[in-house]
T-cell receptor, first 112, second 114 residues
């Protein structure tokens, strides 16, 4: 069965600093990979997704993620964090006929 | 605003009771997904419907059931409620029933079982 791990429960960065959120997955076939963001009291919003092709994926709000098959990773990056990026970030994996599985989430705090 | 609406926003009930959560998908979307978000289980996929038919099933308890109506709105029924059912329940919708389609999430229904 597929699974997703996000090793960092909570990350704190200063505004303007770069960010990398880690995601590792376990999946038997070519995965569909996603990053979602959940702001306090809000639903989830899709940041980006990867299905195939270029392993560097651009998303909304200046985020990007890189798929590395050899490392079973799909890490999320942003070159300069804004205070409004403070939220919970979820990595997820799914595939045709397979359940959609979320990671436990990483809470991002941003220092002024 | 994702265009997905969920009612009610909050629900407080007692153990053993039954509740119904409602979801209206974005205009034109045929697929509806239900998720549960709790502190101990995290975000879990429950069930998916596409154009009125069940498409995929996740970690949905037998006490829970769902359906999608001809007007495409969906209801999630939770019965014989237990304290552990307290959670945030999300609905999402997409056009087609594949994961390549972006899922748009509603704001959720927060259920508290006392």
């Amino acid at each position: 069965a597929q699974s997703v791990t996000q090793p960092d429960i909570h990350i704190t960065v200063s505004e303007g600093a770069s960010l990398e959120l880690r995601c590792n997955y376990s999946y038997g076939a070519t995965p569909y990979l996603f990053w979602y963001v959940q702001s306090p009291g809000q639903g989830l919003q899709l940041l980006l997704k990867y299905f195939s092709g270029d392993t560097l994926v651009q998303g909304i709000k200046g985020f990007e993620a890189e798929f590395k098959r050899s490392q079973s990773s799909f890490n999320l990056r942003k070159p300069s964090v804004h205070w409004s990026d403070a939220a919970e970030y979820f990595c997820a994996v799914g595939g045709n006929g397979q359940n959609f599985v979320f990671g436990p989430g990483t809470r991002l705090s941003v220092l002024p | 605003d994702s265009g997905v609406t969920q009612t009610p926003k909050h629900l407080i009930t007692a153990t053993g009771q039954r509740v119904t959560l409602r979801c209206s998908p974005r205009s034109g979307d045929l697929s509806v997904y239900w998720y549960q978000q709790s502190l101990d289980q995290g975000l879990q996929f429950l069930i998916q419907y596409y154009n009125g038919e069940e498409r995929a099933k996740g970690n949905i308890l037998e006490r829970f059931s769902a359906q999608q109506f001809p007007d495409l709105h969906s209801e999630l029924n939770l019965s014989s409620l237990e304290l552990g059912d307290s959670a945030l329940y999300f609905c999402a919708s997409s056009g087609r029933p594949t994961y390549q389609e972006t899922q748009y999430f509603g704001p959720g229904t927060r259920l508290l079982v006392l």
